[in-house]
């Protein structure tokens, strides 16, 4: 069974944005990556090519394999800044209304700029998925 491709790595979270060639969204993920470093009081870590993730957490994947993935994070990908709020967002209706444009899927949010947003209603909803995840996780291992 082939390895999967999103796996911490050592390169460096500050280099990746710093290559982001449009620099509004350079600026918006510069501003995300002291968001979550603030928020989760995690270090930055490079997962895959192309994702900023803080912390860790393993489940049991499709294959039935366990499988590690960032608690939370981001990505500036080609149409959207993609932020991943592993609970999803159906528990906090109250943090996703007044938040502003965004879509989601699953546990994705995807904003087209920062300044669509309201920046406290983001960090709230960042930190309650952190949070969420946190607690969720390690509850299970000491189960």
Partial sequence: MAELKTQPTD????????????PKKRADC???????????????????PSIVGY???TYINTTKKPADWPLTGFSPRAANLT??????????PDLMDG???YKTS???LYLKSLKDVDT???RALIRWGYEA??????LDCKM
């Fill in 11 to 22: 390169a460096d979270p500050s280099a990746f944005i710093a290559a982001v060639p449009d």
């Fill in 30 to 48: 510069e501003t995300l990556l002291t968001l979550f470093t603030e928020v989760t009081g995690e270090p930055p870590v490079m997962w895959g």
């Fill in 55 to 57: 912390g860790r957490y």
């Fill in 83 to 92: 932020l991943y709020i592993m609970p999803g967002f159906a528990e906090r």
């Fill in 99 to 101: 938040l502003g444009k």
């Fill in 106 to 108: 699953v546990s994705c």
């Fill in 120 to 122: 406290d209603r983001l």
């Fill in 133 to 138: 995840m946190k607690a969720r996780y390690t």
